[in-house]
Nanobody
Framework: QVQLVESGGGSVQAGGSLRLSCAASGYTYSSCCMGWFRQAPGKEREGVAVIDSDGSTSYADSVKGRFTISVDNAKNTLYLQMNSLKPEDTAMYYC???????????????????????????WGQGDLVTVSS
């Protein structure tokens, strides 16, 4: 059974930094892929960053240059380093994991996963990030 548990959220002033962690158990990272999504009050869930098992990454335009996604395979942990935080980054952040086998569909979808939360079978409970101005 796959379990994803986020931590590291909290409140910070604009310009500050936070690092989210997602401890994964029961999930084989050699499958594609893991990612972070967020949902602000009254808004739809949006993709923030995705990382494939080969290390390739993709980011939402709104966080490029400020956020970094990474994985520590030894610890089975996904991270999201968030720098230069803005009030508009305030949201519930979710860790997610997908198991997409290599093949035609994988080749098509792997760089489109930010807009395809439906491809992620496993989700954490969410962690709240609040950025004040």
């Amino acid at each position: 059974q796959v379990q994803l548990v986020e931590s590291g959220g909290g409140s910070v002033q604009a310009g500050g930094s936070l690092r989210l962690s997602c401890a994964a158990s029961g999930y084989t990272y050699s499958s594609c892929c893991m990612g972070w999504f967020r949902q602000a009050p009254g808004k739809e869930r949006e993709g923030v960053a995705v990382i494939d098992s080969d290390g390739s990454t993709s980011y939402a335009d709104s966080v490029k240059g400020r956020f970094t996604i990474s994985v520590d395979n030894a610890k089975n942990t996904l991270y999201l380093q968030m720098n230069s935080l803005k009030p508009e980054d305030t949201a519930m952040y979710y860790c997610a994991a997908a198991s997409i086998p290599r093949g035609t569909w994988y080749s098509f979808i792997r760089f489109r996963l930010l807009s395809r939360p439906d491809q992620f079978e496993y989700w954490g409970q969410g962690d709240l990030v609040t950025v004040s101005s």
